[in-house]
């Protein structure tokens, strides 16, 4: 039985609920100057400011923005998630009871899995299918217009907690998952003035710790900013045009993030092009507060009310800007200030038809995508010829701590599902014969219930173990100190490896942990979810390999990992041979001949600027159909400044159902970027020198070619100034 889903339906349930109605056609406020059609959109923006005290508008630049009650202009909850659909948060309510108007919405698996799907038309399906819930959601006033998604932080090290928000490890594949992502939620490409929802990409910049997360200071170099941390937010600033941006907790060269007019102004506005009026920065929750404590950057917390609001954070996530009074009478910032930072947010609510009102967009539940994101996304990766399970097998003994989960499946930042099939569910409905038994916790050192599961396992036919990790095991706030599997996990699937069954190992959770003893067990059929040792402390920023570090990622590593980057195993085998490849030379001044000279110079080619497509011509020589997954890296050995990366991915697609006996032409783009390296100061530069294109993870195809002429930049990082004239006395962390 599943409890999960819903066999009797409510015959009665609650009414329709009434549309939100525009701002502008509430009474008394549609009486306001504010609402005077003939008028521009910056004038009757202008006219509501003028309106409003200093102490109103300060009420109106947090999360829970009161409105001004004496005009009529109604209050605003701008915190609203939707990491993988529209999640429980202070703006977003869930009706009850389940199966009313409102009462769920469809729930993605987490963007860990999602990316590793590498399939970016699926994740823009996923996108358009949040947005268009999300724009349901508020159009019916269950939530703002505005949601704080997605997390595009890079998945630096295993041990994060938030590893299961995001992506990948990779600043490349980021950067094409967000240019799907924003227009599928924004409602297409060209959305600036007329959005379906407003997305928001976070975390602002050099974030991927939580370990005192409110505190921390990174002192990353300019070369690891340019072509890491800051690509995924250019993709999304330049490239897709996002309504917003979340600046984070840490603090980055000293300057905590929602106070870095480096990071906000320079980079963000002035390079990226963050500049229309309807863009807007919002701090993560409290981090405003932060800057003060434990930043201990200012000696007040109006003082960091004031920094902020200087450096560019429009919104504070948080009650500090509840200050700005104080701020404003100690002429530490002004109230000039403030209407800027008040004009980008309510020409931000003008794009959603806040205001006005605009077509509606309706949503609908997509369950069926949903799944189709979870298949493409798990990874198998060990078999022995077990899997695909036979139908020979008619009894199946599953177990372990995940076997029978259901809200414990939807990871973080999730919302309320229609329904939740557990793996024992589903099971049960596949297999005539399951015998479940839970064997043991996620993280414990109690065995009195392993009795049980190899009695279970015993007399089955196959044994099925489902475990891993949770959000007890990592979570935001919460980091672990090790990848190794929790508890007695791993003694537990020993004892049933030696029981002569066949045994399959479904490793959920959205960190890696360390499979070397399952990889290295003969008696552990099948694995389906990458060793990273304690050799680099959590808080080093530097991704390049040094005395103190093996370095970070795959790109970085120096040492064996126990799989590589984007492994993966089929049920059939596969051919592979080149259909289309690059020329064996090319001058660099025929591929970039208008790109900038040097910094500040302005160019309409840029790393996003396309370079050539290759193809591959992908045989199913086995006997089942299969999809497949294509990546192509390059490396060099001598293009740009050592230490030289192991290899970096620079294109992937996926082919579809490609069924047994058929052949089909797998097309890979490549842009300028993927010839890039960063400098020293961290502009994007394209070095002549021998390169090698290699195709999958094992580079089971190969070519190389030559690039030659002057190194020449591509995309220049914006320098830091010498000096930047706070208003207050600051104290930079070292």
């Not at 595009?152 to 928000?165: A, H």
């Not at 022995?384 to 029978?404: K, M, R």
Request: proline fraction near 6%; glycine fraction near 8%; hydrophobic fraction near 35%.
């Amino acid at each position: 039985m599943n409890l999960y889903q819903i066999d009797n339906p409510n015959p009665h349930p609650p009414p329709v609920l009434s549309k939100r109605q525009p701002a502008c056609l509430t009474n008394p406020f549609c009486a306001n100057a504010a609402c005077d059609t003939s008028h521009s959109q910056s004038d009757r923006i202008a006219a509501l400011l003028s309106q409003m005290t200093v102490e109103e508008k300060a009420q109106n630049m947090v999360d829970a923005a009161n409105g001004v009650p004496r005009l009529g202009l109604p209050s605003y909850e701008w915190w609203q998630e939707a990491l993988h659909g529209v999640a429980s948060s202070p703006g977003v309510t869930f009706n009850s009871p389940n199966g009313s108007n409102f009462s769920y919405a469809t729930s993605f698996p987490t963007p860990i899995l999602m990316g590793a799907a590498f399939d970016d038309p699926l994740i823009y399906s996923v996108a358009s299918t949040v947005g268009k819930e999300a724009r349901a959601f508020a159009n019916y006033a269950q939530s703002g217009f505005d949601f704080w998604t997605p997390n595009i932080n890079t998945f630096l090290d295993p041990r994060w907690g938030r590893g299961l928000e995001v992506p990948t490890e990779d600043s490349f594949h980021a950067q094409s998952y967000v240019a799907n992502l924003i227009p599928g939620l924004q409602g297409g490409l060209e959305a600036l003035d007329n959005k379906q929802i407003i997305a928001t990409c976070k975390h602002y910049a050099v974030y991927d710790v939580e370990t005192n997360r409110n505190g921390q200071n990174y002192n990353p170099t300019q070369q690891d900013l340019g072509e890491y941390y800051l690509q995924a937010f250019k993709t999304c600033v330049r490239d897709v045009n996002v309504g917003s941006i979340m600046c984070s907790y840490n603090a980055v060269d000293g300057i905590p993030s929602c106070a870095s007019e480096y990071l906000l102004q320079d980079v963000l506005r002035d390079s990226f092009g963050f500049t229309e009026p309807y863009r807007y920065v919002t701090s993560d929750c409290d981090a405003v507060g932060n800057i003060f404590n434990p930043h201990n950057f200012t000696d007040s917390a109006a003082a960091a009310a004031a920094v902020a609001l200087n450096a560019g954070t429009d919104l504070d996530c948080g009650s500090t800007y509840l200050l700005l009074n104080a701020s404003v009478a100690s002429n530490w910032t002004t109230e000039a200030q403030m209407d800027i930072s008040m004009t980008r947010l309510y020409n931000a609510l003008f794009t959603v038809g806040y205001f006005d009102g605009q077509p509606q967009y309706d949503g609908e539940q997509y369950s069926g995508l949903a799944y189709q994101v979870a298949w493409e996304g798990m990874t198998l990766l060990k078999n022995d010829g077990l899997l695909p399970l036979s139908s020979s097998y008619s009894s199946v003994a599953l177990i372990g701590p995940w076997a029978n989960a259901t809200g414990q499946m939807q990871g973080n930042y999730q919302g309320i599902a229609p329904y939740l099939v557990s793996p024992l569910a589903a099971a049960e409905a596949q297999f005539s014969t399951v015998v479940y038994s839970l064997g043991t916790a996620i993280n414990t050192t109690n065995t009195t219930t392993f009795a049980a599961a190899l009695s279970a396992a015993q007399g089955a036919d196959v044994i099925i173990y489902a475990g891993g990790i949770d959000v007890s095991i990592e979570s935001e706030g919460h980091d672990r100190t090790t990848i190794e599997w929790p508890g007695n996990q791993l003694d537990l699937v020993e004892q049933l490896s030696q029981l002569g069954k066949p045994l399959v190992v479904v490793q959920f959770g959205g960190g890696q942990v360390d499979d070397s003893a399952l990889m290295a067990n003969s008696n552990v059929s099948a694995l389906y979810p990458a060793n990273y040792i304690n050799e680099v402390s959590l808080f080093d920023p530097n991704l390049r390999p040094s005395n103190s570090s093996p370095g970070r990622t795959y790109k970085w590593y120096t040492q064996q990992p126990v799989l590589p980057f984007g492994y993966g195993l089929h049920y059939t085998t596969f051919s592979y041979e080149w259909c289309t490849l690059p020329k064996d030379s090319y001058a660099i001044s025929s591929l970039v001949g208008s790109a900038p000279s040097s910094y500040g110079a302005k160019s309409s080619v840029n790393d996003a600027s396309p370079w050539i497509t290759v193809a591959v011509n992908i045989g199913n020589t086995g006997s089942r159909s299969s999809d497949y997954v294509g990546l192509v890296f390059l490396a060099t050995d001598n293009a740009g400044p050592a230490p030289f990366p192991n290899k970096w991915l620079v294109s992937y697609a996926r082919l579809h159902g490609l069924a047994a006996g058929a052949s089909q032409e797998l097309q890979l783009s490549i842009n300028l970027s993927g010839l890039a390296r960063a400098n020293a100061e961290g502009d994007l530069v394209i070095y002549p020198g021998d390169y090698q294109m290699m195709f999958d993870y094992d580079s089971c195809l190969t070519f190389n070619f030559t690039l030659t002429g002057d190194a020449t930049v591509l995309t220049p990082l914006a320098r830091q100034q010498a000096t930047y004239n706070y208003t207050v006395p600051v104290h930079p962390q070292a």
